[in-house]
Structure formats: C-alpha cells, structure tokens
C-alpha cells in the first residue's frame, strides 16, 4: 500500500522542503520505496538533491501540461524519474509558475496532480509532495492526491498566524473531494531548545491544537549544517550523517511509519 503525503504549509520558508528531502532519504534508508515530487517552481527540491532544473524536460510541468490537455495522456514513467541518494524524484522547473492559469479552464484541474500519481502508486511505499508556499490551485491539487498532510511550522512567534487558513482548506477538501484526507501532524522545525520562545511556540500549538490535531513528538532542531547541505546537493545523511538534525529526521521516519 503506498502513502501520498503532503508536506504543505502556505508559509514561506517554514521548512517544507527541508522536511520532504530529508523524511524521504530516512524512510529511504529504513527500506521504505520512496518518490519525492517537487510541486515548486522554485524548484528548491529537485536542486536540493543535486539537479539542474534548466537542463531537464521531463517534469511535473510537463506532466501536468500533458494531463491537461489529455486526461488519458499515458505517462513513460521511466523518462520522469531521476534518482538521488535511494530516493526518486520527479522534478519540477521554472514552467511551473504559468500553471495555474493554464488550468483555470480545465476540467477536472482540482485532480490532475492525483491521476498522475495513480500511475506512480505501485511502485512506492510512500509518495511526499513538497508543496509551494500558497493556498492556490497547485495546492489544491495536492490536498486531493494526498491520504496526509504533514504541516512544517517554524518555531516562531508569528507561525500559528495563517493556520486557520490552511486548516480550513484541509476542510474543504476534505469535505468536499477527498474524504480520505487527515492531517498526519504538526512538525515544528527550527526548534532552538536555547530560546523561551521555541518552547513557547511549542507549548501554544499543544494548547491550541492537541485535541484535534497530532503534533509529532520529534522536533527539528535549527542546524546550520541542515541550511547547507542544499548548496552541495545533498541530504543531511550524507552532509552530515551524525548530526542531531539527521537524528531528527530520522526519529521523524519512525513516527510517520507507526502512525500506519
Ligand atoms: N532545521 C533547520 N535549521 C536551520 N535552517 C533550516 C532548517 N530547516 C530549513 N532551514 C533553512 O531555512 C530555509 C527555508 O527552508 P525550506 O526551503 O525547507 O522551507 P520551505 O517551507 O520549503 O520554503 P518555501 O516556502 O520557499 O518553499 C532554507 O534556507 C533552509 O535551508
Ligand atoms: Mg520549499
């Protein structure tokens, strides 16, 4: 049975795609089948893992162009799939961007993202969308391919600002296309066990949230080695594979395994 988790937050620089690079390079090296799809024109992801986005073709915008204008479209998987450190990746360039708009006059343009990944399904235990910092049409998609959401929130004081927002278009989704849909947990990321304020942070989503809302007992430690592994390309398991951080996330892997 395979998975789809989005890893979503329409907050900037909350640490989606840190979470989504790292959580699969873990569960990559717990054994699990991993596919990461970079939902981003930023294209943060695919570089991340040590890719040129300018000079590759095949990617979730083509994918989605292709879906678009032929729902039927049959998709060669094998020219879609990069791989890096045991994990596959379908990566995303700078045409993304236009998207959106090329979809305001498609049909079914809320579930294009899910008929794509149904071909990928039976390949992967788990599939995580690294989603874009916004509540639009691409995220909407996202919200209905995926069984979960995991919600990167930084330990900052104006993190729980804008939650309500996403929450309520996890509702609405969920009420409305994706009945499946829940929220696998609230990650806090960034976590400085120095500061009051992280702990404050932490302490006021428990308050607010823990009756209805998971929040993962595994924290991410702010690390500066974590900031940098993107610029050589790689995870933090092969950056800095003893670190706290790579600890993190692999403590992560294990929780997301035992929530099955
Ligand atoms: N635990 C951490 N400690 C220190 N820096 C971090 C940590 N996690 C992420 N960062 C850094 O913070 C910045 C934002 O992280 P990231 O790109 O993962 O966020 P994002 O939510 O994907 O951003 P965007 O909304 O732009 O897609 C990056 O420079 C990243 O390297
Ligand atoms: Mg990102």
Redesign the pocket.
Known sequence: MCKVIAVT?Q???????????NLGVALARLGKRVLEIDL?A?S?LTI?LGFNPDEIEYTISKLINEKANNYNYSIDKEKFILSSEGVDIIPSDILLSSIETKLLNVMNRESILKNIISSFKNDYDYILI????SLGTLNINALVAADSVII?VQAQYYSIRGMEQLLQSIVNVKEQINQKLHIEGLLI???DKRTNLSKEVRKTLQEIYSVEINTFDTM?????K?????SQGKSIFSYQPNSE?AN?YEQLAGEVINNE
């Open positions: 937050n907050k900037g620089g909350v640490g989606k795609t840190t979470t989504t690079i981003d930023q943060n991340g690294d989603c874009l910092p990167p990321t960034m976590y991410i430690n702010i690390s500066t974590i900031a940098e592994a993107p951080v993190n």
